[in-house]
């Protein structure tokens, strides 16, 4: 493996014009499934249950993706109900997952993500982890989620420092960000992230597009590309995510990275499921070379 993802794939509910779809999600499997669509040989540490379809294991595997590590444990897998009101988007917790418990005794690996969907990755793991390799990266939303007496998540604001110690690259929603830091300033909630450790920060910012902070004290806004064909942005960040990982361990260009991560989420939203990962390789790097030309200082 090049890069592990440590965290559940998940099976989501997608409420659309009163039908339910159901459709495999989660951060481990978007992040994965963007980083080996750009080279990386990918592994997913985590659980899925007995009910996780027999058909989207064999297209993990028939993409590339090593599942050695990705357990089946009795009982469902981690559920989520997702719906779009508005623009704005609720999230629901139907059925929480099992703990992830790495058996890994293999060597390093160039990057590691974790990418917990529901407080499955405790730091414990997240410590052992860290000496499995070179660059860790951490989407914060998952450990930072609560449910309120209706079972809807909300975001809770918790004390990182131990675990963004430990961490590369801190990634988090810009709604996410801003509880964790009791800030709205963009600027001062990068320099409070990159205080805790990380030498990059990333604030997605939804349709808006995304704040890259680097420890040197730079702060770029990327732009996400101006494309309306929206039609499911779930996942879009996780995209990016394993874009970003992926792009910088290849080239250690942050700011590139970032622009491959804004244009393959632009091109993820245009599609549902696994299909956000049939696309072109020529329109994702016309749309990324757009995004690089338009990055500006903050």
């Not at 980083?35 to 997913?44: E, F, K, M, N, S």
């Not at 659980?47 to 444990?73: A, F, I, M, Q």
């Not at 890994?104 to 997240?126: I, K, T, Y």
Request: hydrophobic share 40%; with cysteine.
């Amino acid at each position: 493996m090049d890069i592990a993802v440590c965290g559940n794939p998940t099976l989501d509910e997608f409420i659309q014009k009163g039908r339910v779809r159901i459709s495999p999600g989660g951060s481990a499997l978007f992040v994965s499934g963007a980083a080996t669509y750009l080279g990386a040989r990918v592994g997913i540490i985590g659980n899925v249950g007995e009910d996780y379809p027999s058909s989207v294991l064999s297209w993990l595997k028939h993409h590339g993706l090593n599942l050695r590590l990705l357990k089946t444990t009795k009982g469902p897998s981690t559920r989520f109900r997702i719906g779009y009101f508005h623009g704005s988007r609720r999230l629901w917790l139907l059925q929480s997952g099992q703990p992830v418990e790495s058996t890994w005794r293999a060597g390093r690996v160039d990057g590691l993500h974790l990418g917990p969907v529901f407080n499955e990755v405790s730091e414990s793991l997240a410590r052992s982890l860290r000496k499995k390799c070179r660059f860790m990266s951490l989407d914060i939303q998952g450990l930072v989620r609560k449910v309120d007496r209706l079972g809807e998540v909300q975001v809770l604001r918790r004390n990182l420092g131990t675990v963004l110690r430990l961490c590369d690259l801190v990634k988090a929603s810009i709604e996410e960000a801003k509880v964790q830091t009791s800030s709205r300033d963009l600027r001062h909630v990068a320099d409070r992230f990159l205080a805790m450790g990380p030498k990059y920060a990333i604030m997605t910012l939804g349709a808006k597009g995304s704040l890259l902070g680097i420890r040197d004290n730079r702060k770029l806004f990327i732009p996400a590309f101006p494309d309306g064909r929206i039609k499911d942005p779930t996942g879009a960040g996780d995209v990016y995510a394993g874009a970003w990982l992926s792009s910088y361990l290849w080239t250690k260009d942050p700011v590139w990275a970032a622009s491959v991560g804004s244009a393959f989420g632009s091109l993820a939203s245009e599609r549902t499921g696994l299909s956000k990962f049939r696309i072109s390789r020529r329109e994702l790097f016309r749309r990324t070379s757009w995004v690089y030309n338009h990055v500006g200082s903050l």
